[in-house]
């Protein structure tokens, strides 16, 4: 059996932290995932998927972790269900993480127009990163290609490739 999940969104309000009479920290979310197609009127929706995350992580969350935060969810699906205050059954369907990732510097989602991967707003700078696209290439950017304008053909036999 397998039961495995790995989500990339953002934060759709400030987690909510928590600690049970045990004194365990645990932490709850809401993570927009966008959907990969666009529906009829060229939009792309979105799921909003409810996360719990335990222990420290969860204290790591509640401490860095905003609205609007691009994070990296890595858990497994859990249901549950109760009995609410009228009687009725209720189920929740949520992510337990195992590993949440903070995928932007601090405070890089805010007031910044960053599309759903984390990508700067147009004409903006790759949190700092690049600053100027005509820069010199040993600025060491994770962008540098290192073979580019070298003008030698790059000699690899058979036996250097992994595969």
């Known amino acids: 059996m397998l039961n495995r999940v790995v989500l990339v969104g953002r934060l759709t309000r400030d987690p909510e932290l928590r600690y049970t009479p045990n004194g365990v920290a645990v932490a709850n979310f809401t993570l927009a995932v966008n959907r ?3 529906n009829q009127q060229g939009e792309r929706d979105a799921d909003f998927i409810n996360c719990v995350v335990w222990r420290k ?7 860095y972790l905003k609205k609007g935060s691009l994070a990296g969810v890595d858990g497994r699906i859990q249901t549950r269900s109760y009995d609410n205050n009228e009687g009725r059954r209720v189920f929740v369907t949520e992510i337990v993480a195992d590993s949440v990732q903070f995928l932007e510097p601090r405070g890089a989602s805010q007031g910044q127009g960053n599309d759903y991967f984390g990508g700067p707003p147009s004409g903006g700078n790759d949190f700092g990163n690049q600053q100027n696209p005509n820069q010199n290439r040993s600025s060491g950017g994770f962008n540098d290609d290192p073979f580019s304008n070298d003008g030698k053909p790059i000699d690899i036999s058979d036996d250097d490739l992994p595969f």
């Open 36 to 38: 990969t197609f666009s």
């Open 57 to 63: 992580p969860a204290e790591n969350v509640a401490n």
